[in-house]
């Protein structure tokens, strides 16, 4: 085979490797910041509603769960606490939001590893999970009843 074919053969396959990996990071990128500004909504809405009413942990949910849909994902977990540190009362809302990147090649291995997903669940129809968290306090004073 002349040396211009086995180069011509050579640029397409890094061609092709870089396509499959310029798409999973466009896709893996977009379901990030979908799950990112879902996540940062509902943790918005569970405050508003903790800073009012700190023991009405089921409206708070319902509100992160509705603002994270507006964004596109799903509330996959939410976690509530009220705490006393000295004479301040601490609501420490903790949620984490889901999202599916559809159409990737490479990163639902990737984030499959990384979630500790089984090997047959990397490539589900519906796509791979991603899972972004966080956790915040809010301070409700001592005029407030818990």
Same mark, same amino acid.
């Given at each position: 085979?002349?040396?211009?074919?086995?180069?011509?053969?050579?640029?397409?396959?890094?061609?092709?490797?870089?396509?499959?990996?310029?798409?999973?990071?466009?896709? @893996?990128?977009?379901? /990030?910041?979908? !799950?990112?500004? %879902?996540?940062?909504?509902?943790?918005?809405?569970?405050? &508003?509603? +903790? =800073?009012?009413?700190?023991?009405?942990?089921?409206?708070?949910?319902?509100?992160?769960?509705?603002?994270?849909?507006?964004?596109?994902?799903?509330?996959?977990?939410?976690?509530?606490?009220?705490?006393?540190?000295?004479?301040?009362?601490?609501?420490?809302?903790?949620?984490? @939001?889901?999202?599916? /990147?559809?159409? !990737?090649?490479? %990163?639902?291995?990737?984030?499959?590893?990384?979630?500790? &997903?089984? +090997? =047959?669940?990397?490539?589900?129809?519906?796509?791979?999970?991603?899972?972004?968290?966080?956790?915040?306090?809010?301070?409700?004073?001592?005029?407030?009843?818990?």
């Amino acid at each position: 085979m002349p040396l211009f074919i086995r180069r011509l053969v050579r640029a397409t396959l890094v061609l092709l490797v870089l396509g499959v990996i310029a798409n999973d990071a466009v896709r @893996t990128g977009a379901a /990030v910041s979908r !799950a990112s500004d %879902a996540m940062t909504a509902g943790m918005s809405a569970a405050q &508003a509603v +903790a =800073a009012v009413t700190p023991s009405d942990v089921e409206a708070a949910r319902a509100d992160a769960e509705a603002a994270a849909a507006e964004h596109g994902a799903t509330l996959d977990s939410y976690n509530q606490v009220t705490l006393t540190q000295g004479a301040t009362r601490v609501v420490r809302i903790s949620l984490s @939001t889901r999202d599916r /990147v559809q159409g !990737a090649v490479v %990163a639902p291995a990737i984030l499959g590893l990384m979630n500790g &997903a089984r +090997a =047959a669940e990397w490539y589900d129809p519906e796509g791979a999970p991603l899972i972004v968290g966080q956790t915040r306090e809010v301070e409700v004073y001592g005029s407030v009843s818990l």
